[in-house]
């Protein structure tokens, strides 16, 4: 990771470059604006920390400068005493953070570090969130194998120009998120995205919104209209919850796409369309096959080429990478761009099972941003249903019986727990991490595999 530092005085430019590089950073030094700037647009610099006052010139200056690039580095300001209202100014206007002096040097290395990682996750998410539209806040974050395989999928999908996909997975998931990225990374993207739910409207309802009608077709039907099938042009309908979609509609909709037609609702005449169609459900459409539900046909038609999105709880790694971005979104918003988790939130979160998966994650990031005081998230901001599941895995607490409980998921949960915070503590190291738990290597890294969390040992593998 590369700091520049910038300060006017030859003495501090040292004591910085000398703290930094011993805390393990490559290290440039820049002595005014000018210097400073010169540097910045030159490759890879992932942070700035500059002093207020630069001679003639200003760290605000600096921090314009920053701000303007393309890959924008993190800058951390350093402030006399007992300048609050220019800290102030350069927070709103956009700076990491600021540094009173004299420096407390692990003040200033924590603070720093904590630059980094955000700099790092925005930066890790650049290739793909260019690929999402621009300007839709929409990003799309996830580093497990799982969801690595799934973007591939997405790139593929996009690439070709018609097949119809469908996207399953539990609530919350991201389908949605990913029926936009294929529609933004296809060549449709500059026509129309048209998300229709299929679970929210009656069944003629949902066939007029679709076909379209003619004047006269029912009562109310007082001109022709277009269906959202033809008047999406060349962009792509996606078929939201086509699990609810009523059984007569099916049967219409599967005509539909095999001759690219649409006949509309008390019309003789068929028009073709062009655009593509996308479907998503979190139901099991096998069963729902089975049930008789959903129609065979249909499901093979849709079924073509397959997305399914994993529950979250079955990604190694996402949550932690998922919470601080969002906690990063929203600090931003709230302007307090200090906010952070503190280790023990962070190890309660990873143990969650979250059935709402991705999106109740947000919830429960957005919520604790907001009832947060300190710019620590503590475990208290976290909804209490997380923090007494977590209670009851450390063995602290009353022991809830009953209804729903299994012995063998706390278990297992507690062992995934013991696990990641020998990980944790050890840094990685995994023969230091089995004697922490007590346990062999060899046993250590069988329950390693798991639970999955065999790549948390090598990352980047
Ligand atoms: N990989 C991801 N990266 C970033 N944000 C994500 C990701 N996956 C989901 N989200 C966010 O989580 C929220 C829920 O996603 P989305 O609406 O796509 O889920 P869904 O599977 O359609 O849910 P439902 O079945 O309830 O309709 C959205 O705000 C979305 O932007
Ligand atoms: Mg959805």
Redesign the pocket.
Known sequence: MRILVVDDELSMREVLDILLTRAGYQVTTASSVERAIDVMTGPGTDLVVSDMKLGQGSGLEVLRAARALPAAPEVILITAYGTPETAVRAMREGAYGYIRKPIDNEELKALVQKALEKHEIVRENVALRSSLAPGTG?????QSPS?RAVWALVEKVAASPRATVL?T????????????AIHWKSARSGQPFVPVNCAALAEGVLESELFGHVKGAFTGATSDRAGLMVSAGEGTVLL??IGDMPLPTQVKLLRVLQERRVKPVGSSAEIPFEARVLA???KRLDAEVAAGRFRQDLLYRLNVIAVE?PALRERPG?VEV?AK??LAHHAEELGRPQLHFAPATLSILELYGFP????Q??NIVERAATLSDGDRLEPNTLPPALRGEADTQAGSGELTLGTGFSLERHLDSAERRYLLEALRRSEGVKTRAAELLGLTFRSFRYRLAKHGLSEKEEPGS
């Open positions: 929409n990003f799309w974050i996830g969801m996207i997975g539990e609530s919350g998931t991201g389908k949605e998120l990913v029926a936009r939201d919850e998503a459900t979190n999105l996402d998922l971005f969002f709402g998966n991705v999106r994650l947000q």
